[in-house]
């Protein structure tokens, strides 16, 4: 199950994304729930009852609250619904990385194709946070979702895994080496910031002066030999 919110205050394009992304998701037998608004002022008073959407396609230019102004309160209220900017104006596509937008969609010929492929990134991120895989843990077998690691630290021989579930007091350790680990989980968005620790990109916000700010608020170290790799590795999965 999908959950789409589209904000346009032109009811053309809002008839035309409804229309693109039920096609996409019927064709591709995805089950879903679109909401459609003509302000942005009328999304954001849906979305405090209902916080949960995970794609937001949201236009720029709206009389009152424009984009921007509606993204961050997006942010504010569930950071981890993916935000996805149209407009008919390809110079605002930079005003996307204040708020770390995933796709800029530009109003023109060739929308249909880029709202495919922008439904196409979000369901594959979806599989993948939802994705389990099983580890040879010292405490025994056990699968965990890929999302709730933040990060895995090299301990002696041993690689330990951070989660993000604060009330899990378990230890989870297996006996192997951090580049095994890395290699294994690379797929999933994670990559070295030292020689000692590699991180989930999918619970890094920005990578700013040799630092990860983390979506929990904590801020990693990353090491000036893998910085460049680090930076390019973000980039990449945000792109």
């Known amino acids: 199950m999908i959950k789409i919110a589209i904000c346009d205050d ?6 035309m994304e409804k229309k693109y992304i039920e096609d996409y998701l019927t064709k ?20 405090s009852q209902e916080p949960d959407y995970d794609l937001v396609l949201l236009d ?10 509606v993204a961050r309160q997006i942010m504010d209220i569930n950071p981890k619904t993916r935000i996805a900017f149209v407009s008919a104006y390809a110079d605002y ?12 969609i530009i109003k023109n ?10 439904l196409e990134y979000v369901l594959g991120e979806m599989e993948s946070d939802n994705k389990e895989i099983a580890f040879d843990f010292t405490i025994g077998t056990k699968e965990i979702r890929v999302d709730s690691i933040l990060y895995i630290d090299a301990v002696g021989n041993y690689v330990q895994f951070v989660l993000n579930d604060m009330s899990d007091k378990s230890i989870y350790r297996v006996r192997d080496s951090l580049k095994n680990i890395t290699d294994r989980l690379s ?10 620790r590699s991180v989930n990109l999918r619970h890094v916000e920005d990578v700013i002066n040799y630092e990860a700010v983390m979506d929990n608020g904590d801020r990693i170290k990353i090491a000036e030999r893998k910085y460049g790799d680090f930076k390019s590795a973000f980039k990449l999965l945000r792109r």
């Open 187 to 196: 797929s999933y968005g994670f990559a070295a910031a030292t020689f000692r």
């Open 60 to 69: 720029v230019m709206m009389p009152v609250d424009n984009g921007i102004d």
């Open 10 to 15: 032109e009811q053309i394009f809002l008839d």
């Open 93 to 104: 596509a930079t005003l996307g990385y204040r708020v770390r937008a995933i796709r800029f």
């Open 109 to 118: 010929s060739s929308l249909e194709a880029y709202i495919c492929e922008c």
């Open 28 to 47: 591709n037998n995805v089950e879903n729930k679109i909401g459609c608004f003509l302000s942005g002022r009328s999304f954001i008073e849906c979305l």
